[in-house]
């Protein structure tokens, strides 16, 4: 397996956050910025898969105050990135977010596929788990040259 170095860019910026966070004196959660998770996510997995993100112009806004949607949305997408680079060795990755309905909203990650996913994709794992915990439906579909995960979170 060949070694890759993490971003130091990318790491020095945890690092500041994780501080900043473990300093918070007030105890409330932050919103969190998706179109800046997604980029931190991005820089985060540079050289590796080329992460590209299309957020729906309002949806930041429609969830800036649902902390809870905000992270289901990160772990979901965490985990979906990593098990696309895991199990289909993908090297590019698109993640979309938008509004499906007033009660929905839709995260869908694809990505491309570098070898035989067929089986060890289908399986239970944890990652099966998460998204039926997190979501309110979810549905994995397995190709030879892309996978497409679709996530739909209810809204409050």
Known sequence: FP???ANPTYISSFYKDLEA????????????DLQEYFKDLSEFWDGIV??????????NNLIKNDYLIQECIQEVSREAVNNAVKHANSNQILITL???DLNTLQLVIRNNVN??????????????????????SWDLHVGNEETTLSVNFALN
């Open 21 to 32: 966070s473990l300093t918070s004196k007030s105890g409330e959660a932050e919103s969190i």
């Open 115 to 136: 070898k035989d996913v067929s089986e060890s994709s289908s399986s239970k794992s944890l990652g099966t788990n998460i998204y039926k915990e997190l979501s309110k």
């Open 50 to 59: 080329s992460i590209k993100f299309d957020i729906q112009s309002e949806v």
């Open 98 to 100: 938008k509004l499906v």
């Open 3 to 5: 070694v890759t170095i």
